[in-house]
């Protein structure tokens, strides 16, 4: 028992041979297939236009349209959303990497003011300390060459020749003697 919606096909032999050359796609000379496959395509779309003749069909065809448009209506606009999400996600760290290279920028640029200051000030100081060293090793060598000079005249009253008598006195066992040699104030 065949059903009606079934098409019944046996191959009928070829008019010509030249119908089913190598050259050309099996099928493409056969008009019969042309005619099995426009029959296949019109028999589903007579189906649908059959079915969709009920109003319950339609209401549930309808139905299952608005759903799908439903659904893709929703699983957009959960993707609009993680997408907002993400995108201000995004926005966010790179204005905290932003705001946060700001200030590494900004303390590098304090610490090195601070260093630069700090050596200026050290170097200032270190001048001043090699200024007062130096004028104090100059004051010491003024008071050196005055000592000096100090030295230098007591030097030559006391290089002065005394004229002492040939003999001297002696003095007795166990004692000392002493003996005065004049000095004048001024050698000159």
């Given amino acids: 028992m065949t059903n009606s919606n079934q098409f019944l096909t046996t191959e009928t032999p070829p008019v010509n041979s030249s119908s089913y050359s190598s050259a050309s796609p099996p099928g493409s000379g056969n008009g019969l297939t042309k005619i099995v496959i426009g029959a296949s395509i019109g028999a589903i779309l007579g189906g649908f236009a059959a079915s969709l003749l009920t109003p319950e069909v339609t209401e549930r065809f309808n139905r299952s349209i608005r759903n799908v448009g439903g659904t893709a209506k929703s699983t957009a606009d959960t993707l609009n959303d993680a997408v907002q999400q993400i995108g201000d996600s995004v926005n966010s760290v790179a204005e905290n990497i932003d705001g946060s290279t700001k200030d590494v920028n900004e303390a590098v640029n304090s610490v090195t003011t601070n260093v630069s200051h700090t050596v200026r000030s050290t170097?200032?100081?270190?001048?001043?300390?090699a200024d007062g060293v130096n004028e104090t090793v100059r004051t010491v060598?003024?008071?050196?060459?005055?000592?000096?000079?100090?030295a230098n005249d007591v030097q030559?009253?006391?290089?002065?020749?005394?004229?002492?008598?040939?003999?001297?006195p002696t003095a007795p066992t166990g004692d000392t003697l002493y003996k005065l040699v004049p000095v004048n104030e001024d050698p000159k």
């Fill in 123 to 129: 170097v200032s100081t270190v001048r001043q300390t």
């Fill in 141 to 150: 060598i003024n008071a050196v060459n005055a000592v000096k000079a100090i």
């Fill in 156 to 168: 030559a009253p006391a290089q002065r020749v005394v004229n002492m008598p040939t003999a001297s």
